[in-house]
C-alpha cells in the first residue's frame, strides 16, 4: 500500500506517484505470456517518458517504441540498448532520420512510399543501410473503448496492403534499404481479441505472400494498445492475446514485437490534488482542488473516465463535480460523480494516470508542472522535481 498521504506532505501537490513494482510485475506478465517463442517488448515511451521509469524498464529487459528522436534519446540515456528500440510515427523530420540511422537503432518503421524515398536517400547519402519496417493498415474495426476511440483520424496511420506489397518489393531492390518488419497498430484501449486476431492474420498472410516472393520479414510487430483497467472494463488477459497472435503465425519464424504504453503503466500511476473549496451554483455542487487540466488531460480532451477517492471521507456523499482552478469549463476530472462532503485540504487520488498524464501536462495559465515520484519496494524517491516559476520563464526573453 502506498502511504499517499506522507508523499503528499512531503513532495505537496499536485503530484504525480507511480508504483515501480506494479510496473515489474506487468512486464513480467506480458513476456511470460510469449514465452517460449521469440519477443520483444517494445514500450510505448509515448505514454511516460519519465528518464527513471524508462531505466527501470531497461533493467527488466524491455525496449522502446520511439515517436521522435528526443523519445529515442531518452530510451538510450536510460540504457536501452540500441538494439531493442524502434523509431515510428507519421512524420520524420530528416535530421532525426539521419540521427536514428547513425544510432544503429533495430529499425525505422515507416508510413508512407515518400517517407521510404527519403529514408532510402539519406541512407545512401551516408553509406548506411537503413533497416525499415512497413507500417500497414489492416483496415479492421479495433472496438476499442468510445472514450478514447480514435476512429477515422487513424486513417493518417500507414499504408494499405497492397501499397505495402509495392514498398516491400521497392526496398528490396534498393542497396540502401534492409525490409526486415512489418508493422501494425489497432489503436488504443483494446478490449476485444477478435480484431487482433482478425488484423494478425491478414498481416500475417502479407507475411507470407512476401516470403513466397524471398522477402523475408524477420520482426512481426503487433503495435501497442492493450487496454486497461480505468473504470469496470474486461480487459484482455496476456496469455490470451499472445495466443490469438500466435494462432496466425504458423510457418513464419519471425520475432514478436509488441509495444504496450498504457499496459505497462496506466494502472501504476496516481495522482494526487488537494481540495481547495467546495461551492454551489445553482444547485449544482463543486469540488475545486489544486490539480487542473493542464496536469492530467485526459478527462478534458477525450472525457476519460478516472477513478477519483477522497481519501478517509466516506459521509455525506452527494453529487458533484471535481474540477482544477484552470479558467476552462472543460477543467474537470470527474463529472456528476458521488463524492463525499470534503474540506479544505482533503487529499484526492485519481486513479490509472499513469500513462498519457505527465507526459501530456502543459503549462497553461502559467501553471508549473508536477514532480514525480517513484515507489519501489516500499520505499520512495523523487524522479522529477516540481518546475519553478523561474523554470516557466527561463526560455523568454524580454525585449527592454
Ligand atoms: N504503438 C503505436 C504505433 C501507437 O500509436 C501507440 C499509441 C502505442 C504503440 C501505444 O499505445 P498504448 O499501448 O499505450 O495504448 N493520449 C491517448 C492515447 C494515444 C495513443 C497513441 N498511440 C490517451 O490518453 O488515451
Redesign the pocket.
Known sequence: MIDFKTLADRYDTPLYVYDFDHITERYRELKGAFSGKKSLISY?V??NSNLSLLTHLAELGSGA?CVSIAEVRRALMSGIPKYKIIF?GVGKRDDEIEEALREDILLLNLESEAEMERVEKIAKELGLQARISIRVNPNIDPKTHPY?STGLHENKFGVDIETAKRMYIKANNSKSLYPVGIHF?MG??LTELDPIREASQIVADLVRSLKAIKIDIRFFDV????GIVYDDEKTIAPYDYAQAIFSTLHGLDVTLIC?????MVGNSGYFLTRVLYEKVNEGRRFVIVDGAMNDLL?PSL?N?FHKVEVLGKSEDVSEADLVGPVCESGDFFAKRRALPATEPGDLVVVYSAG??GFV?ASNYNSRPRPAEVAVTEGKERCIRVRESFEDLVRLEKMCL
Do not use: C, N, V
Open positions: 510505448a509515448k505514454a517504441d515510428s478514447i497498430h488504443p484501449q503495435g501497442g494498445g492493450l509495444e504496450p504504453g498504457r499496459f485526459r477525450y476519460a500513462a498519457y501530456m
